[in-house]
Every structure is written in structure tokens, then in C-alpha cells.
């Protein structure tokens, strides 16, 4: 009588219950009758099972994102003649691509301001479009905006994934589960 389950998902909640919640989506609470929620969690593989999965895909996001962030300095040359312009055009691109970093702030917070998803699957959306687009009309001008399309992409997805995995995870075990996704 003193304590009563409740198993709501996020869509049965408010949204200001959402982000007040002390249990992980999916998960149940045990409620105290005199007020304070007791976390009461689903089988311990299960979530131990999703966590995994869930730092294996940030992990793999994050190992492509990068790779594409950073290749451009070891095809510098090759890159400049498959395109069919100056070495200095791809240095050009790489420092304006670099120069919207200076936004990073603004645009990293997005994560905190719609949500740690949202902000991983805009910055993954925003990497496929900039690759597609490349692909689809080879040249100069799309290489340019591919470029910026990969950096606003780290910009969005690697402080969300890190958040996201962060959020997740007890404090005993953040700095495993973050260090094995970096």
C-alpha cells in the first residue's frame, strides 16, 4: 500500500515530466506514496543490451564523421586535380570550413534545446545530404558546400552523441563508455 508502479512512456507524460523523470525511457517508477520517485528499472541485460548497441552506433557515426572531417588533409592534392583547381582552392574550403566553428556554440547547443536525438539524426542527415550532393554533381562548388555540410554535421552530432551517451550511463562508468566511443 505503500508504493505504487507506474510504467509510462514518454508520450504518456508532459513534456516537463519527460525532462524531470528520473528513470530512462522504458523504464518503470516505483512511487512512494509520500511523494519522491524510486527508479525501478527494467532487467538489467536489457538495458545493459541497448547501452551497448547505442555506444556501437555513436561509435560507428562518430568513426565515419570523422573520417570524412579528416581526410581531406592526406587528398589535399588529389582531390585538387580531380576537381581541376589549385591546391590553395581546397585550402580555401578547408578554412572555411573551419570558420564555422566559430558558430559551433550556437549550433552545438541544439542538442540541449530540441533533444540529444534529434540533434544526432540532424547531424547525421545534414553528413548523408553533403555526401549525396557531392556524389550526385561532382565539382568544385559542391565539394565547397559538401565541406560545410561535414563540419556543421561534427558540429551537431558529436556533442549530442557524447550528451546523449552521458545521460545514460551511472558516473561510475561515464568515462569507460565515453572513452570507448572516442
Do not use: H
Not at 88 to 101: D, M, Y
Not at 151 to 158: A, D, F, T
Amino acid at each position: 500500500d505503500l508504493l505504487r508502479l507506474s510504467c509510462a512512456s514518454e508520450r504518456d507524460r508532459p513534456a516537463a515530466a519527460v525532462r524531470r523523470s528520473q528513470a530512462l525511457p522504458g523504464e518503470c517508477i516505483l512511487r512512494s506514496v509520500a511523494g519522491g520517485p524510486i527508479p525501478f528499472p527494467q532487467r538489467p541485460s536489457v538495458i545493459r543490451r541497448r547501452l551497448i548497441s547505442q555506444v556501437a552506433a555513436i561509435t560507428v557515426a562518430r568513426i565515419g564523421l570523422n573520417t570524412g572531417y579528416r581526410m581531406i588533409y592526406l587528398f589535399l592534392p588529389a582531390l585538387a586535380r580531380g576537381l581541376q583547381v589549385d591546391p590553395q582552392a581546397i585550402i580555401q574550403a578547408v578554412a572555411a570550413r573551419s570558420a564555422l566553428g566559430l558558430g559551433a556554440p550556437l549550433v552545438g547547443s541544439l542538442g540541449d534545446q530540441r533533444g540529444r536525438k534529434t540533434a544526432m539524426l540532424a547531424g547525421a542527415g545534414v553528413f548523408a545530404a553533403g555526401c549525396a550532393a557531392l556524389t550526385v554533381w561532382p565539382g568544385y562548388a559542391t565539394f565547397f558546400v559538401a565541406m560545410l555540410a561535414i563540419s556543421l554535421s561534427k558540429i551537431l552530432l558529436e556533442p549530442a552523441g557524447l550528451a546523449y551517451l552521458g545521460d545514460r550511463v551511472p558516473y561510475e562508468r561515464r568515462g569507460l563508455v565515453l572513452g570507448i566511443g572516442e
